[in-house]
């Protein structure tokens, strides 16, 4: 990990001083350590950190080092990141430890500031993986307690007056670097999810990001290091989101008679917000916590571009898709104020929708159709589909029956069902393709069967499998146009229960988010814990009740939403068998 300049190039390192150092000991030391550095004898020790990287101690690194000491804030800040006691070593692979001598209150502030550090190098030496991101979040925590108390900073103003330093620090310099002081800790934290974004490994950004979030409690740093991570990714975003909306929107004419073009330049800009806005917003909102301000506003950012895209097909005489947009974009776009602009947007193209489905392809007819049979031949209404509330009618097809099986569909309507086989026709609707193919397929088996009759008109047994032939087609037109009429109504069904548990999934799903981190940091916990390491067992506890609560909360949901997912999960199997059912009789 990156290892910054108040740690790697600290002056009380460079010089193998203690933070306690007055100023005639930093002098002894510079001078000290230049005789060593002239005789090749200025090598590393436990002292020096080595963890931390090697240490330059030329001439310039140490007139550099005495500068930093000579001036208060830069004085503060070294002393801040360095160590007061002295650390021995283990005899293993493990970092120095300190000698425990706690004699005065004073030896206590130092040894708790040192405690303290030892926490963040050895998080610095952990990295950015699943072990180490928790080893952070302790660690930084840990840190805001040393500095938000006041002994440590008793100390450093002790060692200043001590110390005879000229000038000494102010307490306006002391304040300065206490409210900085966290972070200045955790800046290896920020640089190395800034680089994971850079280099595309969103799951460490997000790993950190979750930290900084938990961190939230412990100043304002922490949620402004949260936007600097994702800055470039928001701002990349934003600029897709205006570079699309440039293209097409400007080009929309906003006349009438342009539906045509306009149509195909709502088309266009539609078809580019599928293949870049949503894949490009799934991406930035997998880098930050649920609720996260950045993905917030990228969310309402992409449902303000969409409905933009759906205003643009009110000029293409689009109503419906303008529509569905604008119901995509308010989900998108919930718990922000775009979502007022877009309800809005929603609310004025309702009506002119509603009329474009109920009236839009109608053509007017002169008077009503026969529905007469004489025997089981005849005319007669099949199948229901898109019922319009306000005006109770719906779409119907005309068939022409043989035995009352549908044989030929002739035109479909609009009607409202009067009870009693009466029907009010409201107008005339286009043959759908479904439709055109079963009049093909009509039309190509009577044809065959009449060229069968005429060739077999001496044969009687011939005349016998035609007719059975043309029974059985019959009943599989019937077949067909009864598996169209109960997908219809079971999609009907699904779109409801859709409706119906969308709150639902959407908070199981962030009852998910919440507790996959939790669960992450209770195991690495408990990990340490098993591994004999000291852990803050109020904070486990804590988030162990925390977890507790989140789990009975989704296993509630899960168990008041069972009937309905179960009817759903039914209905979607009952579809797709519909389906296989409807395509294999169309072959």
Known sequence: MFVPDHLKTNAYRVLRLSANASISD??????SMRRAAMLGVAGATEEDAPELGDVSRTEADIRTALGHLQNPVQRLSARLFWFHLPRKSSGTNEPPRFTEVVKSETDRAAWDHDQALLRLLAALRAGVGDAGVPLWSEALRAWHQIVSGDDYWTLTLALEAKGSFEPA???????????????????????????????GDPLTVHRITVVLEKLADTGPWALLAQQDIVAPAVEHFRALCDAVRDEFGSKIIREPGAAMDNKSLSDAALKRFRSEIEPAL??????????????????????????????????????????????????????????????????????????????????????????????????????????????????????????????FPIARYRVVDQGGRRYSF?????????????????AAAIAVLLVCGISSSQNSASSYVSSSASTAYSSQVSQISDLKARIDSGRSRITMLETKLKPAIDELTTLKNQMEPLAVDIKALNDQHKAGMSIDVDGYNSKVDTYNSLLSRQ????????????????????DSALVAQYNALQR
Request: glycine fraction near 6%; proline fraction near 4%.
């Open 169 to 199: 620090a102010l307490p306006s310099e002391v304040d300065a670097l206490r409210d900085d002081a966290v972070r200045l800790a955790a800046a290896p934290l920020v640089i190395a999810a800034r680089d994971a974004l850079a280099h």
């Open 555 to 574: 296993r509630a949901l899960t168990a008041a939403n069972s009937t309905d997912y179960q009817t759903y999960e039914d209905l979607l199997k009952q």
């Open 426 to 442: 409201l107008g005339k609707l286009p043959l759908r393709n479904a439709d055109r193919w079963h009049l093909g397929i009509a």
């Open 282 to 407: 799934q991406a930035l909102v997998q880098l930050v916590p649920s609720g996260n301000e950045a993905a917030q506003k990228s969310r309402e950012g992409a449902a303000l571009c969409l409905s933009g895209i759906a205003a643009d097909y009110t000029w293409a005489d689009d109503f419906v898709t303008s529509e569905k947009l604008h119901e995509e974009a308010l989900r998108l776009a919930q718990e922000t104020l775009g979502a007022l602009r877009i309800q809005h947007g929603l609310s004025q193209i309702r009506e002119s929708a509603r009329k474009q489905r109920v009236f839009g392809s109608l053509k007017p007819i002169s008077s009503a159709p026969s529905l007469s049979t004489i025997n089981g031949f005849g005319f007669a209404l099949y199948g229901k589909s898109d019922y319009d509330e306000e005006t109770r009618s719906y779409a119907t097809t005309y068939y022409f029956v043989g035995l009352f099986i549908p044989v």
């Open 26 to 31: 930093v002098h002894t030391a510079a001078a």
